[in-house]
C-alpha cells in the first residue's frame, strides 16, 4: 500500500531554517499537504501544494516538492520556540478522499 | 463557529468496558472522519461518514469498533470490549465535502483513551 516516510527528529537552534523532509510511493499523489501538531492539540493544516506544482511559498514557510523522487520538503525560515511541535506530512492520491499520513517528525528547538 | 469538537478529551476504561467517543463536526459540515494516533506512530485513518452513511470504513478494525453519524447529532466512534492495545488518541475531523483537504478540514482536540 501507499506510504509516508518521515525522519522523527530534528533539533535547531533558534533563528536558524529548519528543514523537515517527506518521502511518499503513491505516483498518483494529487495533494501533499504539511500539518502541525502542538503537544496535547490536535492538528492545524499548515499548507499544502498540488502535484503540478514545485514550490510554494507563505511567509516563512516554504515547500518544495520534486515529483520525480517522490520527495516533499518543508522550509521554516527563522525558526522560533513557538514553532516547537510534531509536523506531520500527508498524501492523497487521485481519486482518493482520504490521505495518508506520515508518523510525524518532531521538532525541537533550542535557544 | 465553535470548531471541531470531541468528547471526552480524556477517556480511562478498563479492559472489557465499551468506550464511546463523540465528535460534533463544524457547523455546516457534513462529512466526519476518524483518525487513530497510537503512541509514536502516525495518524491511521479508521472511517469516513457522511450524514447517516458510511462511506468507507476500510480502517476499522473489523470486531469491536463501529461508527454512527445520525441525521441529528455528534457522530459516535465506539469500542465494544476495550483491550489494552486500544489506548490511543483519536481523532476527528470535518469538512463540507469529500475531498478532504481541497474542502480544508479541521481537525478536534482528540479524546486519549487509556485503557488499564
Known amino acids: 500500500g501507499e506510504d509516508v516516510e518521515q525522519s522523527l527528529f530534528l533539533s535547531v537552534r533558534e533563528g536558524d531554517s529548519s528543514v523537515i523532509n517527506c518521502t511518499y510511493t503513491?505516483?498518483?499523489?494529487?495533494?501533499l499537504y504539511w500539518y502541525k501538531q502542538e503537544p496535547g492539540a490536535g492538528l492545524q493544516l499548515l499548507t499544502y501544494i498540488f502535484s503540478n506544482m514545485d514550490m510554494k511559498q507563505d511567509q516563512r514557510l516554504t515547500v518544495l516538492l520534486n515529483k520525480k523522487d517522490k520527495h516533499l520538503s518543508l522550509r521554516i525560515a527563522d525558526t522560533q520556540t513557538g514553532d516547537s511541535a510534531i509536523y506531520f506530512c500527508?498524501?492523497?492520491?487521485?481519486?482518493?478522499?482520504?490521505?495518508?499520513f506520515g508518523r510525524g517528525t518532531s521538532l525541537i528547538v533550542h535557544p | 463557529n465553535a470548531g471541531v469538537m470531541q468528547n471526552p478529551r480524556h477517556l480511562v476504561r478498563r479492559r472489557g468496558q465499551e468506550a464511546r467517543l463523540r465528535c460534533s463536526p463544524m457547523?455546516?459540515?457534513?462529512?466526519v472522519y476518524w483518525y487513530r494516533q497510537l503512541p509514536e506512530e502516525g495518524l491511521k485513518f479508521m472511517v469516513y461518514l457522511q450524514k447517516e452513511n458510511i462511506i468507507d470504513e476500510s480502517g476499522m478494525p473489523k470486531e469491536r469498533f463501529s461508527a454512527e453519524f445520525p441525521k441529528e447529532g455528534p457522530s459516535i466512534l465506539r469500542i465494544q470490549q476495550v483491550v489494552r492495545g486500544d489506548s490511543a488518541a483519536y481523532f476527528c475531523?470535518?469538512?463540507?465535502?469529500?475531498?478532504?483537504?481541497?474542502?480544508?478540514?479541521?481537525f478536534g482536540q482528540g479524546t486519549r483513551l487509556t485503557v488499564v
Open positions: 503513491d505516483s498518483s499523489s494529487t495533494y
Open positions: 475531523a470535518s469538512s463540507t465535502g469529500d475531498r478532504l483537504m481541497n474542502t480544508e478540514a479541521f
Open positions: 457547523k455546516g459540515h457534513s462529512h
Open positions: 500527508a498524501e492523497m492520491g487521485g481519486g482518493s478522499y482520504i490521505p495518508t
